[in-house]
């Protein structure tokens, strides 16, 4: 089994920054609000210098609630993706449709591990 890949943001602000590891940033956010006040956020991944794909796009509720999340053809509840991880305190983990587990814990540094 491969060791974990351990990412680390750009911002304090999830819904505007970027994941980045040792090769450089890995995953962007970017969020954008409607007519309705409504946020949209979406995520891409770097594929090579220069060119991203998106791979989810999540629909928050209103005044910033979890709504939904459509990660590749998969649509599920956004609260499907911050379950407790069992396995360390304060950790959240999500079974994505590649069959992976992503995990998340709050570091002692005060930036968030992947």
């Known amino acids: 089994m491969a060791a974990p890949e351990v990412l680390s943001w750009t911002n304090r602000d999830p819904r505007e920054s970027q994941l980045y590891g040792p090769g450089g940033v ?3 956010f ?15 991944r770097a594929l090579r210098k220069g060119k991203e ?3 989810a796009r999540l629909e928050w509720g209103p005044g910033g609630a979890l709504g939904r999340a459509q990660i ?3 649509t599920v509840s956004m609260s ?4 407790r991880d069992p396995r360390a305190h304060g950790g959240r983990v999500f079974a994505a449709p590649d069959g992976l587990m992503y995990r998340w814990i709050p570091s002692p540094s005060s930036h968030d591990t992947l």
Not at 30 to 44: A, E, K
């Open 72 to 74: 590749g053809k998969n």
């Open 30 to 44: 970017q969020t954008l609000v409607d007519q309705n006040n409504m946020s949209t956020t979406t995520l891409f």
């Open 26 to 28: 890995t995953y962007r």
């Open 80 to 83: 499907d993706l911050v379950q």
């Open 53 to 55: 794909e998106r791979v």
